[in-house]
């Protein structure tokens, strides 16, 4: 049973470009979690999905920033002309959306030139 | 409220010692409590979690010591070996809906001394 995976591991932007995020969840696990992380910092709410829904994107910026977690294929992290701000890691965790442990991927590492 | 305050932001243990990690919540709808671990380049991996119809919940070294009059509770480790170090976050959940909603708290750096 493969766990989260994510890609790209890391991914290098200039600045204006766009970066997707990929995260294909747990088999069986129709929840996701997005969360960004700064070096040396906690891990910080962005959105929570469940496929073809968006629970809650109250961490989400007002612009630039979407998901999506469609019926068929991974989560989607989209973040439009990124600026160097933006440069942090990208964690997906997913799970059952019942109480329980959440699992997460590796992270993508989005550097922002 | 759905806030978890974790402390301290950094600990460092003399190998064989034991570490402590606190935190405190709000929110009494709070019904799932993990702790996370995470090295550095990493993702989180779920070490430890506890419900709050029991008090304490222990594997291994690691254990859970839940306080539900205080809305508190704490990871000890005990023994602690250099390989410990790493950050920790708890966490805490709580239904909404068919959702399930997760909240962690801002972490804390431990670091392990020979």
């Known amino acids: 049973n493969a766990g989260v995976m994510q890609n790209p591991r890391h991914l290098v932007r200039r600045r204006g470009q766009e970066a997707r995020l990929r995260c294909s969840p747990m088999k069986g696990h129709s929840h996701v979690y997005w969360y960004r992380q700064l070096p040396e910092e906690g891990l910080k709410f962005m959105v929570y999905l469940q496929k073809e829904n968006i629970i809650d994107e109250s961490g989400m910026p007002k612009e630039r920033f979407s998901a999506e977690f469609p019926k068929e294929g991974p989560s989607i992290l989209r973040i439009q002309q990124v600026v160097r701000g933006d440069s942090a890691a990208y964690f997906c965790?997913?799970?059952?959306?019942?109480?329980?442990?959440?699992?997460f991927g590796e992270g993508s590492r989005l550097t922002v030139l | 409220q759905q806030q978890v305050k974790q402390s301290p932001q950094s600990l460092i243990v003399q190998k064989g010692g034991i570490s402590i990690i606190n935190c405190a919540y709000e929110n009494t709808a709070f019904d799932y409590f993990p702790w996370y671990q995470q090295f550095p380049g990493k993702g989180p991996a779920l070490l430890i979690a506890?419900?709050?119809?029991?008090s304490e919940k222990k594997e291994g070294r690691f254990t859970i010591s839940f306080n539900k009059s205080a809305k508190q509770f704490s990871l000890h480790i005990m023994d602690s070996q250099p390989g410990d170090s790493a950050t920790y976050f708890c966490?805490?959940?709580?239904?909404?809906?068919?959702?399930?909603?997760?909240?962690f708290g801002t972490g804390t750096r431990l670091q392990v001394t020979l």
């Open positions: 966490a805490a959940s709580w239904r909404t809906g068919t959702a399930s909603k997760l909240t």
């Open positions: 965790a997913s799970f059952t959306g019942r109480t329980g442990e959440l699992f």
């Open positions: 506890i419900r709050p119809d029991v």
